[in-house]
């Protein structure tokens, strides 16, 4: 199958995040150097395939860029070609668009490094005929057919030292401090960095939390030795009986936007410590997405953009690369998007937490 393949194309869909490049400096060079293929980068995800926009990618382009974040192609969470939005805001399925342009570039293969939604839209394209393979892609760690997705240690680590930090701020003051992270409805990223960052609450969207139970442990911080409290919360949690608070609703190719968790939290406390306790309230955002990866993001990355185009090489296409235990496997990309990977609320990880006293308000 190898002797058949000339040229592949590479693209990165959906949000950005640390080691989109160490994967597209796997794919050219292990294309390149095992191959001697033609690699095409596709640029602003599907968009670049609906607008022809591309260029191609030698090893002199990718130079350098293992150490950087973000992604030289560029990425768009809105390019879905099944339900493209145009500039009037009208929707039309452009997929055979697509279809035509992977024609008319010879492409014989097409690395689609994304997560859930990006990898769903290469799933319905392979069935369209697009010799596709997926690299699964998300700060979240919510794909349910990897044991990890890259971006997600650096994501955490940077959380991680937020809380680092804020630790040493609120213990001068006296202060609780509450620090809202990504995740969207996975709370993997805000269980991970409030262990490692020493958390006194963790709440997720897995576990809807008691305010009262809350309180109760920011208050016993408070009756103690500590004197101050740090709270983890991510953005998808939401109190018992509540839905999640949002910032834009979705449309126009857009998911919703959520975020806002963290201020309300800060309030509750804020309320039920009668006023006399100093509430403050960071949202890291973006931060997580950004800066330079990990060296576990970075190999993991480069191991998936080899074993990607294996794949390719050996015609087993329709499938996604994916990490069980320490080593690196594939499954079809119907499997990989039939299911969120969420945090399983009385699962080793939850448990060690409330072993350490940590309170997930319940």
Known sequence: MAQQIKRIGVLTGGGDCP?????????????SNLYQWEIIGIEDGFEGLIKDKNRPLT???IKGILTLGGTI??????GNPFDFVDQDGVKRDLSSVVLENIKKLSLDGLVVIGGDGSLAIANQLYKMGAPVVGVPKTIDNDLSATDVTFGFDTAVNTARDALDKL???????????VLEVMGRYAGWI???????????????PEIPFDRGKVCDKVRRRFQGKAGYAIAVVAEGAKPLGEEVITQAPAGKGRLERLGGIGNRVGNDIAMCMGGDIDVRVTVLGHIQRGGTPSAFDRILGTRFGYEAIELIARGEFGKMVCLKGQDIQSVALEEAVSRMKTVPPDGQMVKTAEALGISFGR
């Open 73 to 78: 192609l560029g990425t768009t969470n809105r």
């Open 59 to 61: 090893q002199s382009d």
């Open 190 to 204: 805000a269980l991970h960095a409030g262990i490692a960052g020493g958390a006194d609450v963790i709440l997720i």
């Open 167 to 177: 630790h040493s701020t609120a213990e001068s003051h006296h202060r609780v401090l």
């Open 19 to 31: 080691g989109l490049n160490a994967v597209i400096r796997g794919v050219v060079k292990s294309a």
